[in-house]
């Protein structure tokens, strides 16, 4: 690797060595084979991009912590040429990250964020957009080019990312075609089928409603108890509901349109199986089958395979820094790439930013 210099850095060790574009085949803990220079390292210049994660930006030091190389560049991003693949994403390109929802697109590779202004971006942000659909959006889904989502009002809109075929579906009430503060919206392209949660006008109870975007399908099931504020993240399966229930409850609540429900999980204080303390979002990872929970009260992801809990597993902890969340109760979101590498992507809400990690990380 050429020259490698001993420098300080923040108080951490830095090694600073001529960089390398890093081949992922050969890249391990123990041992990690760089290729091609293309530059030299110093605390002034020097680049690192790989085609995985597409980051090509001025680095500052590479860190040696834990067995981990961790490259920072002037952007504040970083990542991890071991197994985590942690990687900071967009706190320097907007002042502020708040997002309610994001999604990936596997196709194009690039980020969805929405609360009001509506965003997409790279990975490493060099192709941030924001978007011109009419009103914004909370909540939305990809079929691109179309996207359906909702402002949180009364209606469901469809519309590309630039405005164009803008249309909506909906007015405000508790009747068929009627929805009052949309709070989570969901679309399964294969069936044509929008899934949403809102709230009941009259009662303030929840509602969750399946429809396709002309009204046809009409369906709406509810476990008829659940105050519309007391319902958290939302996702759904084919037929079915994903929900976190809050209050002294917290647990996760699976309805079907059949009406039957199952219920996982229970309030505490201290992490364990089967325990949530602040239940933000829940997402159903349609590739893989598993159900993945923000908990904003312990401050890591959950992961576990179905309704009883099987395969618990959790990553994350409570702070700033790699491996760690601040998320907020209500804001932010969870996704996952779907495809090879299958790779989570969080907005750590607190800590201003957007986090990708490999699912090799639970434990």
Known sequence: ?????????????????????????????ANIRLDNPIGGLNNEAGFVKTSTVG???????????????????????YLDLAFTDWLELFSVYQGSIVWSNIKWDNVNNFLYGALSDFQKSSIDGSDWA????????????????????????????????????????GTNGDGSGQFHLIADVHYNASTEYLYIRARNLASTLTRFIKTKFDGTGWTEYSRG????????????????????????????????????????????????PGIFNTIS???HNHTDGKIYVVDSGFDHVV?????????????????????????????????????????????????????????SQFS
């Not at 001993?6 to 001529?18: C, D, H, K, L, R």
């Not at 429900?261 to 992490?271: K, V």
Request: with cysteine.
């Open 55 to 77: 980051l090509n930006s001025p680095v500052i030091a590479i860190h040696e912590l834990n067995d981990h190389t961790f490259v920072r560049s002037d952007q504040d991003l």
């Open 225 to 272: 108890i659940e105050n519309w504020r007391d319902t958290s993240g939302f996702d759904y399966d084919n037929e079915a509901f994903y929900y976190g229930r809050g209050g002294t409850f917290q647990n996760l609540i699976k309805t079907t349109i059949g009406g039957s429900t199952s219920e996982f999980g229970s309030y505490g204080t201290s992490p364990a």
């Open 130 to 169: 924001t978007g011109a659909i009419p009103g914004g959006a909370i909540q939305f889904s990809l079929d691109l080019p179309d996207i359906y989502g909702s402002s949180g009002g009364s209606s469901i809109f469809r519309s590309e990312f630039d405005g164009t075929g803008y249309s909506t579906f």
């Open 1 to 29: 690797m050429g020259e490698v210099k001993q420098n300080s850095f923040g108080g951490m060790e830095v090694i600073t060595a001529p960089l390398y574009i890093p081949d992922r085949k050969s890249v391990d803990a």
């Open 281 to 283: 979002k829940v997402h």
């Open 303 to 359: 992961r576990f395979d179905d309704m009883s809990g099987t395969n618990w597993e959790t990553f994350g902890s409570s702070g700033s820094g790699i491996s760690q969340f601040n998320f907020h109760s209500t804001l932010g979101g969870i996704t996952c790439s779907n495809n090879e590498a299958n790779y989570i992507f969080v907005v750590d809400y607190n800590n201003n930013r957007v986090i990708r990690f490999h699912p």
